[in-house]
């Protein structure tokens, strides 16, 4: 019997291609194509992690990109989850690359098109998503309005984002102000202050903590049962022997702006640019910490994901 999740998903595809029946491995008409891997630990109700293909394509230059892809896919798979890597390719959305693809876009760079919206983990039922940190207001944002469109995405689409936390070349304040806004729940991850990226501290409060992947689990369920229909951002500090160099880091991100501005670098093209100039100007220092904590991410989420698949098989059983 397929489970609720594929259901959806079929139904999706009958309805937006209702003329298509079948064409593709997983039966689904082509509209979005889920590895077979991914298809069978959905369909028997496993734990599944989405995982961004940005990070490949814009977040690190080739071969490290390449490697680091395959090292995070593999600590999801350690952690006891199936890693769901999901790109579009040749117009058509996938959900779980294989090798190849996973090259291709590591090839590829930056000549693919970043794109923002998150619901295909969520129609897929994927409900755990993996990332590096999301985006949020930029610096100076009261005046440019440069506003990430993950923030409306999580206040729309309730799926669970692990993350570092928000990016430290954004306006950290402003963004949890505007998720409260947006109604998405922020929990940190054993501690009470919400983490900046690169280091382990904003200097904000977060709204609320969790501090173990069951308590992760009970929060995105409670927040499927309410129908609240909203995002949730779990946020998680970088390993503490990698966050040392914060200050570091911090000084080459201001500079970093600085130079953004002069060249007036806005919109999708900054955040890359500013990622890629603070590598430069830390010596790789900044890519070493961006690799360590999505590692840590990712390792976190495959432990909330298989406490997830536990809750909801335990409840199931009392259901019957």
Known sequence: MQSSALSRLSNLNNHINPTKKGGSEDGFG??????????????????????????ISHGMPYP??????KEVEAVVRDNGAVPATIAILDGTP????????LEMLAKLGKKVRKTARRDIAHVVGIPIFVTG???????????TMDISSDLTELGRTPVAVISAGVKSILDIPRTIEYLETQGVCVAA????EFPAFFTESSGCKAPCRVDTPEDCACVIDANTKLNLKTGILIAVPIPREHSASGNLIESAIQRAIQEAREKSIIGNAETPFLLARVNELTGGVSLAANIALV??????GARVAVALARLRECSSKDDE
């Open 295 to 300: 590692k840590n991410n990712a390792s976190i």
């Open 133 to 143: 940190g999301i985006g949020g207001v930029h610096r100076h944002g009261e005046n």
């Open 94 to 101: 996938l959900v779980g690359l294989s090798s190849e693809q």
């Open 30 to 55: 082509g509209l979005i194509k889920i590895s077979p891997e991914v298809s069978e630990a959905l369909s028997l109700g496993k734990a599944v992690v989405a995982l961004e293909s940005t990070i």
């Open 64 to 69: 490290r990109n390449l490697e680091v892809a």
């Open 189 to 192: 991850y054993g501690t009470d």
